[in-house]
Structure formats: structure tokens, C-alpha cells
């Protein structure tokens, strides 16, 4: 990965294409990086909660507030 994006979110793909939707709507593009496709793929196993979420740094002042409230809705 770019030094350029850095790592904001770390859950199931559910949950990190939820908030991948919610940044998009702000404008605010994003990566994934889904750990357990390329585990079955290439023919192992990794616990299901290996799919990250990565953002360019200078968006992440403006996706802050995004991901902070996604994470206070998801923990209720």
C-alpha cells in the first residue's frame, strides 16, 4: 500500500462496505483491502474480520467525523 493512504477501519467485509459507502457519499474515496478473499483464493484461511479499509491522509480530517459515528452506531 501507498504511503500516501493510511489504514481507518479494520472489521468483516459487511461492515467495511458499509462504511466504504458512507465515505463515498461524502466524497471521500477509499481501498479495501479484503484479506479473507485473497486467503480463499489462494487456498488458506484467516479470521473473517481481515478486511481494511484504507484513505488517502489528506482525507482523513474530513473522514473523521464519518468513521467515528460509524463506529459509535455499530457498538450500540
Known amino acids: ?3 500516501d ?4 477501519f479494520t472489521d468483516n467485509s459487511i461492515l467495511v462496505n458499509g462504511l466504504q459507502s458512507l465515505l463515498k457519499e461524502a ?3 477509499s481501498i479495501v483491502s ?15 474480520n481481515s ?12 473522514a473523521e467525523p464519518i468513521i467515528d459515528s460509524f463506529k459509535i452506531k455499530i457498538n450500540s
Open 51 to 62: 478486511v481494511e479499509l484504507f484513505i488517502l491522509k489528506t482525507d482523513l480530517k474530513e
Open 34 to 48: 479484503d484479506g479473507v478473499e485473497s486467503g480463499r483464493l489462494a487456498g488458506f484461511g484467516v479470521p473473517s
Open 1 to 3: 500500500m501507498s504511503e
Open 27 to 29: 466524497g471521500i474515496d
Open 5 to 8: 493512504y493510511t489504514k481507518v
